[in-house]
């Protein structure tokens, strides 16, 4: 992808005018995200306000078109509905103009709730709006999957022969048994036997709109306030549970080398613990849940990210979508959490 200058003047020309202060405000495992601002009016984006921070999200990888599409045709249902997320203005698919597919949106004021500047910021920061994470996403599980505006959203877990219809649940299974087989993962394949022979319990259950990586830095807060979520390329349509266990995974196994307070260490697996024992008991008092079909989720969410990472180790990450330096995020570290994890929830030994 360009750097900053150049992308900054491509972007001005596709917009017919100048853009300024452009800055890289984030980079993740699929893309990097810039701020900027219009210096005028443009036409391209008529609606965008002038001098007003925007975003620019590029989308790159083996799947950049089809997350592009999805994000983009996400935020504007879910715009329509009432739900914080932050307004699309233009969604550009075609890769000549800035080398990829690419989402111009509203900058949402705040930050994430999960912030590494320092341990007292983050934890002030996480304190105040950690409820307020936990009711957006309660609210997220109580839209209707069936209602208009989300109609026709293409969903994101989409393994070879089975229809869009076809329950997330078996969805995710299959993905799972098909990265099993490609990696190869036999590590991953006496934990998932076992998960796919106790799906027929758990296959049935209304569909609610799903984001399926809810987590903390992509969640934007003011204190109490939600003002955001972000990051839609995963949402889907399917059990609320899925997306619930998927976020306590992250919380119980998400560790990073900087800072060093979120290592595999004292503090971190503190931290941890703290994060989850939080999350579950506040979501189930807002959105009960049947306990039976949580704690399968949680096995299944974490062998489902544990595929995740095995093929990026095996394949490299772009077989999964990802950029390829998102590799740098699946330490050693990480995977041990995760593997005990999934153990502990599945009652099977799992490896990578």
């Not at 997306?243 to 560790?255: D, E, G, K, Q, R």
């Amino acid at each position: 992808m360009a750097e900053d200058g150049e992308t900054r003047d491509r972007l001005s020309t596709y917009l017919s005018g100048r853009v300024a202060g452009m800055q890289i405000l984030a980079s993740g495992w699929e893309t990097k995200v810039f701020e900027f601002t219009l210096a005028g009016r443009s036409p391209e984006v008529p609606e965008a306000p002038v001098a007003t921070p925007l975003v620019l999200r590029f989308y790159e990888g083996s799947l950049a078109d089809e997350k592009g599409r999805r994000e983009n045709l996400t935020l504007r249902a879910l715009t329509e509905l009432g739900y914080p997320v932050p307004r699309p203005y233009l969604y550009e698919p075609d890769h000549a103009p800035l080398g990829a597919p690419f989402l111009i949106m509203e900058r949402i004021a705040g930050g994430p709730l999960f912030t590494t500047k320092s341990f007292r910021s983050a934890f002030k920061t996480f304190s105040l709006g950690f409820a307020g994470f936990v009711r957006a996403q309660a609210r997220l599980h109580r839209v209707v999957a069936a209602q208009p505006a989300l109609q026709n959203l293409p969903p994101a877990f989409t393994p070879v022969g089975k229809p869009e219809t076809t329950a997330l649940l078996e969805r995710i299974l299959a993905i799972v048994s098909e990265r099993v087989e490609r990696g190869p993962l036999p590590g991953l394949r006496g934990a998932l036997e076992d998960l796919r022979g106790a799906a027929a319990r758990f296959g049935a259950a209304p569909a609610a709109m799903v984001h399926m990586d809810y987590h903390p830095q992509n969640v934007i807060v003011q204190g109490l306030r939600v003002n955001g979520v972000i990051d839609w390329v995963s949402a889907d349509r399917g059990d609320r549970h899925l997306c619930s266990a998927t976020t306590a995974v992250i919380l119980s196994t998400t560790t990073m080398e900087q800072p060093r307070w979120m290592r595999e260490n004292f503090a971190g697996n503190s931290l941890r613990r703290l994060f989850a024992s939080l999350y579950i008991p506040l979501y189930h008092a807002l959105a009960p849940m049947e306990w039976a079909r949580f704690r399968y989720c949680q096995a299944v969410a974490a062998l489902y990210r544990l595929s995740t990472f095995g093929m990026m180790r095996k394949r490299g990450p772009e077989s999964v979508g990802y950029r390829p330096d998102a590799i740098q995020n699946v330490t050693p570290a990480v995977v041990r959490l995760l593997s005990r994890y999934a153990a502990n929830k599945s009652h099977v030994p799992v490896s990578i």
